[in-house]
């Protein structure tokens, strides 16, 4: 004979309740590792987030190295020269830089005797880096000073086969009236910069007539793919005139190209 405790264990009902009390513990042990491996995979986000912020800026801080590298180009061919109307006077190097941008530098130097750096002549076609640095003017006073921190100046302008060249000069010297001048010119239509500096001749005329006449001999070998600059340059040519030598002119009545810097317009 059964005992009722017996038949109560072994009852259907009994059955039903320990199946659903099983289901809902396996239910509870399911859902507490979901919410483990959830958790997890927050906490691993957030670390993840964390690092990535952290080298945030130094990601900033390579950028502006990135977007100022200028590499010289061996490979490239001249695309410029300087006619040459004494023999003895040759540029002492020239070189041409491209940049990860686009752009293109090609720049010629000249030193005197003693190796001493007298001028520079700076053509530059931009690509994508064209924000690369501050404005072209304090860029040119730089490169005429390096390291230097005095004040730059206009010193009027002068006439080329390119047009009107803006010139400038720094100031706080011992002898301003000695001071090598700075140029630029800038073209739109390409886009095209002609600058640098000269400290050659002996005075404000002779320092003015050569840069002219730099200018003047400057000449195209190759545009590549760009039929506007071939188009600047041909057109350029018809304005070309021969590099007269300086001589101090009577005064000019007009205070903007005079050869003394024009005082009215201030510092740049």
């Known amino acids: 004979m059964h005992s009722f405790s017996a038949d109560q264990a072994n009852s259907p009902h009994t059955t039903r309740i320990h199946l659903a009390l099983t289901s809902f513990a396996d239910e509870v042990c399911g859902t507490a590792a979901r919410l483990i491996v959830y958790v997890v995979t927050l906490a691993l986000l957030v670390i ?72 520079e002549l700076e053509l530059y076609r931009p690509g994508g880096e064209l924000n690369r640095s501050g404005p072209a003017i304090a860029e040119i006073a730089a490169r005429m000073d390096p390291g230097g921190m005095r004040e730059r100046e206009a010193a009027g302008v002068i006439d080329s086969k390119f047009g009107a060249v803006t010139l400038l000069r720094l100031v706080g010297g011992a002898d301003n009236s000695r001071s090598c001048l700075g140029f630029i010119k800038r073209i739109d239509e390409p886009n095209f910069r002609i600058s640098g500096w000269s400290c050659q001749g002996d005075n404000p005329v002779a320092r003015r007539a050569a840069i002219s ?56």
């Open 48 to 119: 993840g987030g964390i690092y990535l912020w952290d080298q945030l800026p130094d990601a900033t801080a390579m950028e502006p190295s990135v977007q100022n590298s200028w590499n010289l180009a061996l490979r490239s061919s001249p695309a410029f020269a300087i006619s040459k109307s004494d023999s003895q006077d040759k540029a002492e190097a020239y070189q041409i830089f491209r940049h990860p941008g686009g752009g293109r530098r090609d720049v010629f130097r000249w030193s005197a005797a003693d190796k001493k750096p007298i001028a």
């Open 213 to 268: 006449c730099m200018l003047n001999r400057l000449i195209l070998l190759t545009a590549g793919n760009d039929p506007k600059l071939a188009e600047l340059f041909a057109h350029a040519e018809l304005r070309r005139s021969d590099c007269a030598p300086a001589t101090v002119p009577a005064l000019s009545t007009d205070w903007v190209t005079g050869a003394e810097n024009p005082r009215l317009r201030g510092a740049l």
